[in-house]
């Protein structure tokens, strides 16, 4: 169980009592600073009886305790407990007595300071010895100091063993508390950048027929709030971390796909990635990495060579920063980025060179289907971004945008009886990968060009529809989302992350991209199936889990290295319920197209509090799937 509110983290075990094993403690900016928080009441460790989440950031913990001798089978006291990211714990102690009750409760505490990545690869320390500090204790390390304060203070504290202790006054049927507070040597209260009055995301709100689209979208929000963090040097900039407790840190490619996901939220949280990352981009003569915005490799799973994130993030920044001005992204934010987007356009054509394909790693790596489909949409939105502030280069662009889909549609098309599929990727030597993975999701993803208008894709028509069908087909779709790989390819692994895993993200996108093109079904099948693994998640989807057929009555199964809550499986949410809508806005034209899905899988949704053009906006979607808009900024008309 884990609340966020970076950078504050608590992660728990259901029974509630922090022992010091695995990750279980409260940190702060990546460091455990309470590892240990076990409370007895009357002598006794209550007996835990009830977990939950009670928001991304808290968790509540329920137990019970027999204090007094021949009373038969029933509890006298309900301890409870609510733990939050923020490094607070308060413990409260219910009386179910009619008499007047005095009661010991011990709290031990200890730590070990230790790094987040060192506890994860088990080369965590012993705990540190303990002194008495303020109402509390405190422990130090040469890495740093913490301490735990209570209120009210304690009775007794014994450092020699970490224990604090109170004698508790409990009136008939009452109640008494003790709250804790765990932090590092020098710090104040946590300010989580999500958690505030300017958190850069709208609070919109879903209703409908099926409760569990409501459901998904408030938790997804709540997890992408406590997900937010601000940029050190300039804290007016937020960006989301790509997840916890494993990757608290700025992940360039999710970051972006995250924020673009959630543009229907507001346009806030895409500038402030992208002046984020517009500090990273390397410049002058640095040769073919000129331009480049930087990333770590990645696994690409059995059948490819690790990829580059740093790729795929130089992609994305234009076609976040066009897409983000038609969603209402002020002109003067446009104007600002719009350099860093030209050098990521010129860097693409110069990898590119004389040739048609993006090859990555580069030089020398294979063409991989998704990076040719990211390098396609990059040009075409880029264009357009070009040609609107009259800047050169958007010829060039749209020339070998050109090039590219005639060259794809024949050296990317696998011919088979059952009517063909799109390679993995073609080897430098012209070889074809023939696995089906969902990275063919991407070629669905064209991207948003003015007057409501989606930019041509890679593919025909006759090809986008047989893709359709091999993404609906059982070998993809496992009835809870789409796999990464097709049960029926060699080295299929339904815990493989690249490999038979169901990745969230990549489910949203075929969504998304299905519903444009006009393929209901598939669409509708795909997110019904991922609503359904999403209930079984209690609504907080990981970033991947097993890729095992759905059965009546089962449940996906997660997978052990997984985040949850990650930001790009959070963002899904917005993704998936807007797609029922097909929203296009273009603000610059003053006008917002609806495309509903037609057959309206969900049956009758609402969805409030969105913005387009800086302002909210309204839409709700009938049974019938009619979209009317209830709500939005003025002057916006409806587009044809």
């Known amino acids: 169980m884990i609340c966020v509110a970076l950078p504050g983290l608590a992660v728990s075990t259901e029974h509630g009592q922090l022992t010091g094993r695995g990750l279980e403690g409260f940190y702060r900016a990546g460091r455990r600073v309470l590892s240990r928080c076990q409370v007895r009441v009357a002598g006794r460790e209550p007996l835990a009886v009830q977990a939950r989440m009670a928001g991304a950031d808290r968790a509540r913990f329920v137990g019970t305790v027999r204090a007094s001798p021949h009373t038969g089978p029933d509890p006298d006291l309900l301890v409870e407990r609510t733990r939050h990211a923020d490094g607070t714990e308060r413990i409260t102690v219910h009386s179910a007595v009619s008499r007047p009750l005095r009661l010991p409760v011990e709290v031990a505490l200890g730590t070990d300071l230790a790094a987040l990545g060192a506890i994860a690869s088990g080369g965590a320390g012993p705990e540190l010895p303990a002194s008495v500090h303020d109402s509390g204790l405190r422990w130090s390390c040469p890495t740093g100091a913490a301490s735990v304060t209570a209120d009210p203070p304690p009775t007794d504290a014994l450092a020699s063993a970490g224990l604090l202790r109170w004698e508790l006054e409990l009136p008939p049927h009452g109640s008494a508390s003790v709250e804790l507070r765990a932090r590092p040597e020098g710090a104040g209260p946590l300010r989580a950048a999500g958690h505030t009055a300017t958190s850069p995301l709208a609070p919109a709100r879903a209703a409908g027929d099926d ?322 693994a999403a209930e079984a998640f209690d609504y907080r989807l990981p970033e991947m889990y097993a890729g095992e057929q759905c059965t009546e009555g089962g449940a996906p199964l997660p997978h052990p290295a997984a985040c949850r809550p990650a930001a790009i499986s959070a963002a899904a949410a917005t993704l998936l319920l807007t797609s029922l809508a097909g929203i296009r806005p273009d603000a610059p034209g003053g006008t917002v197209t609806l495309r509903p899905i037609r057959s309206a899988p969900l049956g009758e949704i609402g969805l409030r509090g969105l913005r387009v053009a800086g302002a909210p906006f309204s839409v709700r979607v009938s049974r019938l799937g009619l979209a009317m808009v209830e709500e939005a900024a003025d002057g916006l008309q409806l587009g044809a």
């Open 211 to 532: 409760h569990r689209a409501e459901a998904l979208l408030r938790a997804g929000i709540a997890d992408l709030q406590g997900l937010i963090v601000r940029d050190p040097a300039h804290p007016a900039d937020t960006h989301l971390a790509a997840g916890a407790p494993w990757r608290c840190g700025l992940a360039p490619a999710e970051a972006l796909a995250a924020a673009r996901m959630v543009l229907p939220l507001g346009t806030r949280l895409a500038a402030g990635t992208l002046r984020t990352l517009a500090r990273s981009q390397r410049t002058g003569s640095d040769g073919q990495e000129s331009g480049m915005i930087p990333g770590p490799r990645r696994d690409a799973g059995p059948h490819l060579p690790p990829g580059c994130t740093g790729t795929e993030a130089t992609l994305l920044f234009p076609v976040l920063l066009a897409e983000a001005r038609r969603w209402g992204l002020p002109d003067s934010d446009t104007e600002d980025l719009l350099p860093t987007a030209e050098r990521c356009l010129r860097w693409l054509l110069a990898t590119v060179g004389d040739g048609t394909y993006l090859c990555d790693p580069w030089p020398g790596g294979p063409a991989r289907c998704e990076i040719q489909a990211h390098a396609h949409r990059a040009a075409l939105l880029g264009a357009d971004l070009l040609d609107v502030h009259g800047r050169p280069g958007a010829t060039g662009l749209r020339q070998w945008a050109q090039a590219l889909r005639s060259a794809f549609r024949e050296d990317f098309w696998i011919d088979t009886p059952g009517g063909g599929r799109p390679a993995a990727a073609r080897a430098p030597g012209g070889r074809l990968l023939p696995q089906l993975s969902s990275a063919a999701v991407h070629l669905l993803d064209t991207g948003l060009l003015g007057g409501g208008t989606y930019a041509p894709g890679l593919l025909d028509g006759a090809q986008t529809g047989q893709l359709a069908r091999l993404l609906g087909s059982p070998a993809m779709d496992s009835g809870w989302g789409l796999r990464g790989l097709g049960a029926k390819e060699t080295a299929y692994n339904p815990f493989g992350h690249r490999g038979g895993a169901v990745r969230v993200q990549e489910t949203a996108t075929a969504v998304a991209g299905l519903a444009a093109a006009g393929y209901e079904s598939e669409a509708s099948g795909l997110l019904r199936g991922i609503l359904s």
